[in-house]
């Protein structure tokens, strides 16, 4: 079956729930997001450490400036809608304009806002936002094979898990780094998103 073209071009957008708000990253976002990630445990399994200052995290939101400008990577700060205080990050990664596919990634969240409904609703968010208004073909997502609580976080969205790349990376601490694979395809995405909203509802 041919594919029709459609255009692909992911950017910057504001994506509103009713938890959290997905806004573009700004170096306005420094502050809150150093308070937020400056835990060493968020980033146990990042190719970088903690946010060590503002500073640090003024260069870091930088480097993801300069990869929007590239069209590499679109980066998200998450906002807590009751707070309004900046509490983590995600991003559009790996994104393929020829083939309509994007991978979601470089997510953390501050300790407070882990194990809430906050995840559920970037995702939510990010995956409908991929369907719905880009046309995307296959949403992938990624975890360090020994982070478990990433895992279960990615299968409870509905993702099918596809396999292992086996000594993918060199870890930070040095060790093999096995990747497993998770993705969203265009058929699967009215499932995944009813999935969603139920959780969403609880």
């Not at 071009?9 to 420094?30: F, S």
């Not at 980066?75 to 807590?80: E, M, N, P």
């Not at 279960?152 to 086996?166: D, K, S, W």
Request: with cysteine; net charge neutral.
């Amino acid at each position: 079956m041919a594919i029709t073209k459609t255009f692909f071009d992911p950017q910057p957008v504001t994506l509103t729930g009713n938890l959290v708000r997905l806004e573009p990253i700004a170096l306005a976002h420094a502050a809150d997001l150093y308070a937020a990630g400056a835990e060493e445990l968020i980033w146990r399994y990042s190719a970088r450490p903690a946010l060590s200052s503002v500073s640090d995290a003024e260069g870091w939101i930088q480097a993801c400036l300069e990869e929007l400008a590239a069209g590499t990577r679109v980066t998200f700060t998450v906002i807590h809608l009751e707070t309004g205080r900046a509490v983590g990050s995600t991003a559009y990664i790996d994104i393929v304009r020829e083939h309509r596919t994007l991978e979601i990634g470089f997510t953390w969240y501050g300790t407070p806002w882990q194990r809430t409904g906050v995840n559920t609703e970037c995702k939510y968010l990010l995956l409908r936002h991929a369907f719905e208004a880009l046309s995307a073909r296959r949403v992938s997502l990624k975890s360090d094979s020994r982070n478990e609580r990433s895992r279960r976080a990615i299968l409870r969205l509905g993702a099918v898990e596809e396999g292992t790349l086996r000594n993918h990376r060199i870890a930070r601490d040095g060790v093999d780094r096995h990747t497993v694979y998770y993705s969203v395809i265009e058929s699967e995405w009215p499932d995944v998103k009813g999935r969603l909203e139920g959780l969403m509802r609880r």
